[in-house]
């Protein structure tokens, strides 16, 4: 199982970047998908969630900027981030929780996302 996130960089406060995550080894159209972030000295958060059936889930922080998508033809997830601040800065990380059919979940390497003010 493989889950190879990209799309992270440095950017100035108000900028936008689109992370990307391609998943092989699941079977991505039965798995949740979500987008978690650890910056330094914090534990891990859940940023957006998107489930088997479309629905999406927001951290209040990002609601309103961020907005999460999945492409199931190219087992793909990605995060679109506008109006980005400095307090976005953290590695970015995507997650596959199974939905049906068991209870695996498996995790990316990390993307640095790192917004200057």
């Known amino acids: 199982v493989q889950l190879v996130e990209s799309g992270g960089g440095l950017v100035q406060a108000g900028g936008s970047l689109r992370l990307s995550c391609a998943a092989s080894g699941i079977i991505f159209r039965i798995n949740n998908m979500g987008w978690y972030r650890q910056a330094p000295g914090k534990q891990r958060e859940l940023v957006a969630l998107i489930t088997v059936d479309g629905s999406t889930n927001y951290t209040d922080s990002v609601k309103g900027r961020f907005t999460i998508s999945r492409d199931n033809a190219k087992n793909t997830v990605y995060l679109q981030m506008n109006s980005l601040k400095p307090e976005d800065t953290a590695v970015y990380y995507c997650?596959?929780?199974?939905?049906?059919?068991?209870?695996?979940?498996?995790w990316g390497q990390g993307t640095q996302v790192t917004v200057s003010s």
């Open positions: 997650n596959s929780r199974r939905a049906i059919g068991g209870v695996s979940s498996y």
